[in-house]
């Protein structure tokens, strides 16, 4: 590889510019990538069956070294690409030599990183669909509880729970649509554009794409060997489903602390203090929510580093894994403790409804009443506004109040206003997509239907 230069490179250099402390991590994708190319070399007739057999075989037994610890990777040869080769030339000499004929470490590069980023997505959906199994089931078994719904983190309109908690499957939803988007783009096959203009070869690139498991292959070689949008993509898709984890978090903290009391995390998923001994602290959702801010980092990075890159492959483009391997794998350790963590949850049923009950829930309640004997929304909302009033200067909730003072708002009242309560509230949401009984009922069943995969 020096052979044009005079001196050996610095061993600043040599440090400064190795990938292999976090490349190595590809090496999967690396052999699988030789091994296709090996076959489609001899099947073209531009290496020999024999070598292509020594070489699949070498490379497999390099994959054992590397899955049994055996295999020592030296800094000096870079990155996975070298080390991975060198390993084969030493195994396999000349044949190993032959392997990266009509191939280049830039788009050798590009398809290693495709096959992994196809297989972080299929991972992030399994762990997805693991996540909303587990909302699905505590909304199922708690599906008769009702709770304060809040705007502005205030007591809003009485929602059930399930309600609640099937809002945090639909986010779930889109990031899987998100995510099988991603797939489709990162489903293209690069093998095949060379350094950067193509190979000299009569390659046969449907065949790579074919034994890679590639659905298309890359219709411009300039492009396909600097294209990063797959991983930025991943990025972008990781960091819309952690905000979304970040809020549930941040939920979970709420809902669990002693002024709310809605939920008990189980104690599995929750951590002590050095010092407070009676401290129950959902650290599991704090770092979540903490984390997130790491991945919104990494998508930072990623896009940063390819702003403004000429084509084609610039060395920038190494900086495309620390970040992205750093996403898949907090992202991927976030699903599965919260999968964890939403299945133990206690729900404090009584204290919701509790909740509920305390001050002027139902106010909306009573002015869609007034709608209801004719009055203009806006005039009985006004009148709803002064009832509440009277209700917190004499130091009482709505339902306290007696027909008589109601009465004394709006002659429009009659007895049937005291049956208003927080069951009738949520019962007459039936709209398409309402918190009503039977609204959140299809939406646990439309949940499980997605789940299994078939359509809605
Ligand atoms: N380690 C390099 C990377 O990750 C591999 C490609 C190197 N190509 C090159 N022309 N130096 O981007």
Redesign the pocket.
């Known amino acids: 590889m020096r052979d044009r230069f005079k001196k050996d490179v610095d061993r600043m250099v040599r440090e400064y510019t190795a990938?292999i402390a976090f490349?190595m991590l590809l090496y999967n994708q690396d052999i699988d990538g030789s091994i296709a190319h090996a076959k489609m070399l001899a099947k073209q007739g531009i290496i020999s069956n024999k070598e292509s057999e020594d070489i699949a075989g070498a490379l497999e037994d390099i994959r054992e070294e590397i899955d049994s610890g055996r295999f020592t990777p030296s800094e000096e040869l870079?990155?996975?690409?070298m080390n991975i080769e060198a390993r084969l030339i030493e195994k396999v000499g000349e044949a190993g030599r032959r392997l990266h004929t009509a191939r280049?470490?830039?788009d050798?590069?590009a398809v290693d990183m495709r096959l992994f980023v196809k297989e972080a997505i299929a991972h992030t959906m399994e762990k997805l669909v693991e996540l909303q199994a587990a909302i699905v089931d505590v909304a199922q078994a708690n599906k008769d509880v009702i709770m304060p719904g809040y705007t502005h983190l205030q007591r809003a309109q009485p929602v059930l729970l399930a309600h609640h908690l099937l809002a945090y499957f639909e986010m779930l939803q889109r990031d899987m649509d998100r995510f099988g988007n991603c797939w489709v783009r990162a489903d293209v096959l690069p093998l095949g554009s060379g350094?950067l203009a193509g190979v000299p070869y009569d390659i046969d690139r449907e065949f790579l794409a074919g034994e890679l498991g590639f659905g298309e292959i890359s219709e411009n070689s300039m492009d396909a060997v600097s294209d990063r949008d797959f991983v930025i993509e991943y990025q972008a898709a990781a960091s819309i489903a952690m905000m979304h984890l970040s809020r549930l978090a941040e939920e979970l903290v709420l809902w669990s602390s002693q002024e709310f009391n809605f939920i008990e995390i189980d104690d599995a998923f929750a951590t002590g203090s050095s010092i407070m001994p009676q401290k129950k602290n959902p650290d599991v959702a704090e770092l979540a929510r903490g984390k997130t801010g790491r991945v919104y980092g990494n998508l930072m990075g990623i896009l940063t580093v390819m702003k403004s890159l000429p084509l084609a492959?610039n060395?920038d483009?190494?900086e495309?894994?620390e970040g992205l391997f750093d996403t898949v794998g907090t992202l991927l350790a976030t699903l599965e403790v919260f999968t964890g963590m939403v299945a133990g949850i206690r729900v404090n049923a009584d204290r919701a409804r509790a909740a509920v009950d305390e001050g002027s829930i139902l106010a909306t309640d009573l002015a869609d009443y007034l709608v209801g004997k004719g009055l203009p929304f806006r005039e009985a909302h006004g009148i709803v506004g002064r009832l509440v009033q009277h209700a917190i200067d004499g130091g009482k909730g709505l339902q306290d109040l007696t027909i008589d003072e109601y009465k004394g708002f709006s002659p429009l009242f009659e007895e049937d206003v005291l049956s208003i309560t927080a069951e009738t509230s949520v019962a007459a949401r039936a709209i398409a997509g309402g918190t009503a009984p039977a609204q959140v009922k299809k939406q646990l069943a439309r949940a499980r239907k997605l789940m299994k995969g078939e359509d809605d």
């Not at 870079?78 to 690409?81: A, L, P, R, S, Y």
């Open positions: 990938s490349d870079e990155d996975v690409h280049s470490r830039n050798q590069v350094a492959y060395r483009m190494q495309d894994k």
